[in-house]
């Protein structure tokens, strides 16, 4: 049984920084894509952050410059560093992970949501 358990969100002021983690755990032979998304309530879940297993790292227009994702493929985690968070930052977010196992399958795997809240 492969899980997803992220962690890092919080409460912080506009222009403050968050950093988040994504483990996964389970019978994991090798991750392959990686990723962030957010969600609104009311609203649908958007791709935020991805990163390929080569490590090419793409991001969505508004968290250019802002967000830095980076993965641990030893430790099965994805990473993201959060700055100059923005008030419209705020959303609950969802670690992504696409994953190869030991009996040969490919999955798409997805955390729990961790919520990120940015006001004054």
């Known amino acids: 049984q492969v899980q997803l358990v992220e962690s890092g969100g919080g409460l912080v002021q506009p222009g403050g920084s968050l950093s988040l983690s994504c483990t996964a755990s389970?019978?994991?032979?090798?991750?392959?894509?990686m990723a962030w998304y957010r969600q609104t309530p009311g609203k649908q879940r958007d791709l935020v952050a991805s990163?390929?297993?080569?490590?090419?790292?793409d991001y969505e227009d508004s968290v250019k410059g802002r967000f830095t994702i980076s993965r641990d493929d030893a430790a099965n985690t994805v990473y993201l560093q959060m700055k100059n968070l923005k008030p419209e930052d705020t959303a609950n977010y969802y670690c992504?992970?696409?994953?190869?196992?030991?009996?040969?399958?490919?999955?798409?795997?997805w955390g729990r949501g961790t919520q990120v809240t940015v006001t004054s």
């Open positions: 389970g019978s994991i032979r090798r991750a392959l894509a």
């Open positions: 990163v390929t297993s080569s490590g090419t790292a």
């Open positions: 992504y992970e696409r994953l190869l196992t030991f009996d040969g399958t490919i999955d798409d795997y």
